[in-house]
C-alpha cells in the first residue's frame, strides 16, 4: 500500500486549502483513511478520519467546523478542504490508513498501518 499526499502550501490567517491523498493497493473492504498533522517540537496529532464504506467522519475539536473531509472511496482518494486556517494550523500533514478500526480507534495513529510522506501547510498571520 502507498499514500500520495498532495496540495498544502501557504496561506494567509482566514483563507483557505486543500490537501488530497491517494492510496494505491489499499484493497480492505472495511477501510478508514486520516489526516494527522504535526507541528514543529509537538507530537504527531489527530485531524479528521472517514470510513469507507460509509462514509463517516470525525473531527478534531480545533478544526471542528473549519475543516471538511470528503473522500472518493471507489478510487481510494481523499481530499481536506481545510477554511479559516490560522497560525495554529501550520503543520506537516500526514495521511494515513487502515483497515476496519472502531470509531474509538480512529483518533489513535498507532491503530493505522499505512503513511504517506507528508504535505507542509503554513499560515501566516
Known amino acids: 500500500v502507498q499514500l500520495q499526499a498532495s496540495g498544502g502550501g501557504s496561506a494567509q490567517a482566514g483563507g483557505s486549502l486543500r490537501v488530497s491523498c491517494v492510496a494505491s493497493?489499499?484493497?480492505?473492504?472495511?477501510?478508514?483513511m486520516a489526516w494527522f498533522r504535526q507541528a514543529p517540537g509537538k507530537e504527531r496529532e489527530f485531524v479528521s478520519s472517514?470510513?469507507?464504506?460509509?462514509?463517516?467522519?470525525l473531527y478534531a475539536d480545533s478544526v471542528k467546523g473549519r475543516f471538511t473531509l470528503s473522500s472518493d472511496g471507489a478510487k481510494n482518494r481523499v481530499y481536506l478542504q481545510m477554511n479559516n486556517l490560522n497560525p495554529e494550523d501550520t503543520a506537516v500533514y500526514y495521511c494515513?490508513?487502515?483497515?476496519?478500526?472502531?470509531?474509538?480507534?480512529?483518533?489513535?495513529?498507532?491503530?493505522?498501518?499505512?503513511w504517506g510522506q507528508g504535505t507542509l501547510v503554513t499560515v501566516s498571520s
Open positions: 494515513a490508513a487502515g483497515g476496519g478500526l472502531i470509531a474509538s480507534s480512529r483518533r489513535d495513529k498507532s491503530q493505522y498501518s499505512y
Open positions: 493497493g489499499f484493497t480492505a473492504s472495511r477501510r478508514v
Open positions: 472517514i470510513t469507507w464504506p460509509g462514509g463517516s467522519t
